[in-house]
């Protein structure tokens, strides 16, 4: 008899854990929809402020969405702030990743959007943004290997992509690579004819 008056004692305990954790997640949920409709509204204070009671710095869903808030509302030192726990709760996740450059990008904190991308391309070698965009870290610091290196992963993926192809082309010229740089800025104007930073490059390459 006493077993089953602790059995349903243990019982008890654990539905009604189980009930407000179910209550809690409803009231979440309920918050996150406001937050959405003042988003569509771009009433961005106001969807952070749907959110903001509920902060938790353990929950990796608040953060990501307060940082994703606040970028939209121009606070980009407090989205930093709320991106870069998302990514330490989360290590792999490269949505937080990507959410975490934004901010930084307008903070003009480039060693560490830098290390973002890698972080992202140790997780996701063929990702083909993380890859373009270091690239073009890389190519506006005149570090041009690095960038070639970046830059045709990118092509390799995507052969008849204008971007990949048209800074894999000036990266090349750069190191003095003319061949190898006319024919990706020629195979450029034949995805965008006419482009006049492709046509300056061929001009180059000549």
Same mark, same amino acid.
């Given at each position: ?22 209550? &809690? ?9 406001? &937050? ?19 902060? &938790? ?31 330490? +709760? ?13 901010? +930084?990008?307008? !903070? ?48 390799? +993926? ?9 800074? !894999? @082309?000036?990266?090349? !010229? ?19 004819? @006419? ?9 180059? &390459?000549?």
């Amino acid at each position: 008899m006493e077993i089953l008056k602790k059995t349903l004692i243990v019982s008890f305990i654990v539905m009604m854990h189980m009930g407000v954790r179910a209550q &809690s997640a409803s009231v979440l949920q309920k918050a996150f929809q406001n &937050s959405y409709n003042n988003e569509t509204k771009k009433n961005y204070a106001a969807a952070i402020s749907d959110i903001t009671p509920y902060y &938790s710095e353990n929950n990796y869903e608040v953060n990501i969405r307060l940082g994703w808030l606040n970028y939209l509302n121009k606070n980009y030192t407090a989205s930093q702030n709320y991106y870069q726990r998302a990514v330490t +709760l989360k290590p792999n996740s490269i949505e937080a990743r990507f959410g975490y450059v934004k901010p +930084l990008s307008l !903070l003009t904190n480039w060693n560490n959007v830098l290390d973002q991308y890698n972080a992202i391309l140790k997780i996701d070698p063929q990702n083909t943004q993380a890859n373009y965009w270091a690239g073009v870290i890389y190519y506006n610091r005149k570090q041009y290997p690095n960038a070639i290196k970046l830059f045709s992963k990118v092509v390799a +993926l995507y052969p008849f992509d204008y971007d990949g192809n048209h800074m !894999l @082309g000036w990266a090349n !010229l750069m190191t003095g690579k003319k061949e190898e740089a006319r024919a990706l800025f020629e195979k450029a104007l034949l995805i965008n004819p @006419g482009d006049t930073s492709s046509l300056d490059g061929l001009s180059k &390459s000549r």
